[in-house]
Each structure stands twice: as structure tokens, then as C-alpha cells.
Nanobody, 125 residues
């Protein structure tokens, strides 16, 4: 099983920034599509951003476009989510996820094979 570990969450004021990291085990990281999802209390897990294995293609949910940037460093087996202009509604547990086979869709949680434990992001007013 692929091991994924998120880090970088914390408490930040509205308008601030955080960078989340997702470290993956193994040497096949470059073959995985990767995504970020988030889940607020009593809410369903929702798609945030995803990146194809090469890093050349990225996609975002509308609410974070222009504020968040997803990237990956395949040499370091690490994916990142740079979050700027944070809003209180961004408060959630953020999870990274990996899909080991190709798919045309990157936005559905059920299409990912492996998940990290999550990191809490809290944005205060």
C-alpha cells in the first residue's frame, strides 16, 4: 500500500497563506495522478485540486482558482498545495490522495486508491 503523509496545516488569519505538503512512499510516485481534497465538519469530502503524473496538467475547483496552486516534485516524491488569500470557508481537514492507474476524471474521491491521514487547516476571521 502507498503511504501518504500530509503536513503544513495550521491556524492562519483570513488573507494569509499556507503551503501543504504530501510525502509519498515508494519509487512509483511519478506514475501516480495526485489530488487534494478537503472535508469540513459534517460536510462531504470535496475536491480541491489535482495534478497529473508529469505535473504538466492541473485542475482546480472553482472556489480556489486563482488562490491555490498545486504542484509536485517527482524527484522528492512530494506534492504541494500553495494556498493564498485564505478564507474562513477554506477551514477543513485537507487530504492528499493518489491514483495509480489512468483516468479521465480527477475530481471524484472514489477514483483515488490511497489517502493520507489529513492535516487541519483553520482560517480565522
Amino acid at each position: 500500500q502507498v503511504q501518504l503523509v500530509e503536513s503544513g496545516g495550521g491556524l492562519v488569519q483570513a488573507g494569509g497563506s499556507l503551503r501543504l505538503s504530501c510525502a509519498a512512499s515508494g519509487r512509483a510516485f511519478s506514475s501516480y495522478d495526485m489530488g487534494w481534497f478537503r472535508q469540513a465538519p459534517d460536510k462531504a469530502r470535496e475536491f480541491v485540486a489535482a495534478v497529473r503524473r508529469s505535473g504538466s496538467f492541473t485542475t482546480y475547483t472553482d472556489s480556489v482558482k486563482g488562490r491555490f496552486t498545486i504542484s509536485r516534485d517527482n524527484a522528492k516524491n512530494t506534492m504541494y498545495l500553495q494556498m493564498n488569500s485564505l478564507r474562513p470557508e477554506d477551514t477543513a481537514v485537507y487530504y492528499c490522495a493518489a491514483r495509480v492507474t489512468s483516468t479521465a476524471t480527477l475530481t471524484l474521491p472514489t477514483l483515488y486508491n490511497y489517502w493520507g491521514q489529513g492535516t487541519q487547516v483553520t482560517v480565522s476571521s
